[in-house]
């Protein structure tokens, strides 16, 4: 049975736009209240960073910029963190020390049961049922944690209980809107 004090999932995600780059985090209960939230500024690179960063730049401004700020700034402490991107899982449980996941939807057919996981033909990538309607979701891991999923599936099958697993994606992308909106006025 896991600790009700430390039921929280961490959602995580980076963005790279055209002119900027920033990122946010989200800490919630497995009811889905947040818990701590933190975003950075938008970082905008010079045409001189460009050059000079080359094709490191995105490395640098994600890693090294981003999420040092967020996971540095975050409060609360996560079970695990999720991202929309697999290339975040390795930088991000670099840092954080923490097991991170990245969770995106499949165009699978559902699962038996919820709850139920399978590996996938990919290295590091499995099937998960969240509920028992919708199709499964698509978890990578990082190699040194394949053998730890059954306990992170776990995790999110408790937590998919009472929440969307996917729904504070959408939380942080219309957040930062709010803090962009509000920073243009």
């Known amino acids: 049975m896991l600790e009700k004090g430390k039921q929280l999932v961490g959602y995580l995600t980076v963005e790279a736009r055209e002119n900027y780059f920033r990122g946010a985090a989200l800490v919630t209960d497995f009811r889905g209240i947040p818990t701590d939230f933190r975003y950075t500024e938008p970082v905008r690179p010079t045409r001189l960073e460009r050059i000079l960063y080359g094709g490191a730049l995105d490395i640098y401004l994600r890693e090294e910029v981003i999420l040092d700020n967020l996971l540095g700034a975050i409060e609360t402490r996560p079970q695990l963190w999720l991202v929309p991107d697999g290339g975040l899982v390795t930088p991000v449980q670099k840092i954080s020390k923490l097991p991170t996941l990245a969770v995106e939807a499949s165009n699978r057919s559902p699962l038996e049961a919820s709850g139920q996981y399978e590996m996938t033909a990919e290295q590091c990538v499995f099937i998960f049922q969240a509920d028992n309607i919708s199709a499964p979701l698509r978890l990578t ?14 995790i999110l099958a408790a937590a998919a209980e009472e929440m969307e697993l996917m729904e504070p994606f959408g939380r942080i992308e219309k957040a930062l809107e709010a803090v962009g909106e509000t920073e243009q006025k």
């Open 141 to 154: 891991v990082s190699e040194e944690n394949t053998s730890a999923i059954s306990q992170f599936v776990q």
